[in-house]
Nanobody, 124 residues
Framework: QVQLVESGGGSVRSGGSLRLSCAAS????????VGWFRQAPGKEREVVAC???????MYADSMKGRFTISQDNAKNTLYLQMNSLKPEDTAMYYC??????????????????WGRGTQVTVSS
């Protein structure tokens, strides 16, 4: 049984930083595409960032230069380093993974496995 468990969320002031982690069990991070998403109240879920099968990383425009996605295969963990946080970054953040090799100029939106999310709240 695959489980993805996010952690690292919390409340920070505008301009602050957080590092989210996504620990996997029953699943091995390798060359499959993986990603982070977020969903704010009353809004649709949106792509934050992804790592593609060729190991390229991609980000939503509003996160470029502020967020960094990475994975540690030895720890079987996916990370999202978030810097220069803004109030509009407030949302529930989810990690996602699958067993699909994916190379494209955009992040995939459909994954087989999803975590339950970790809340990020940024105050002004």
């Amino acid at each position: 049984q695959v489980q993805l468990v996010e952690s690292g969320g919390g409340s920070v002031r505008s301009g602050g930083s957080l590092r989210l982690s996504c620990a996997a069990s029953g699943y091995t991070f390798s060359r499959y595409a993986v990603g982070w998403f977020r969903q704010a109240p009353g809004k649709e879920r949106e792509v934050v960032a992804c790592i593609l099968s060729d190991r390229n990383t991609m980000y939503a425009d509003s996160m470029k230069g502020r967020f960094t996605i990475s994975q540690d295969n030895a720890k079987n963990t996916l990370y999202l380093q978030m810097n220069s946080l803004k109030p509009e970054d407030t949302a529930m953040y989810y990690c996602a993974a699958g067993r699909v090799l994916y190379i494209a100029p955009v992040c995939p939106k459909d994954y087989e496995y999803w975590g339950r999310g970790t809340q990020v709240t940024v105050s002004s």
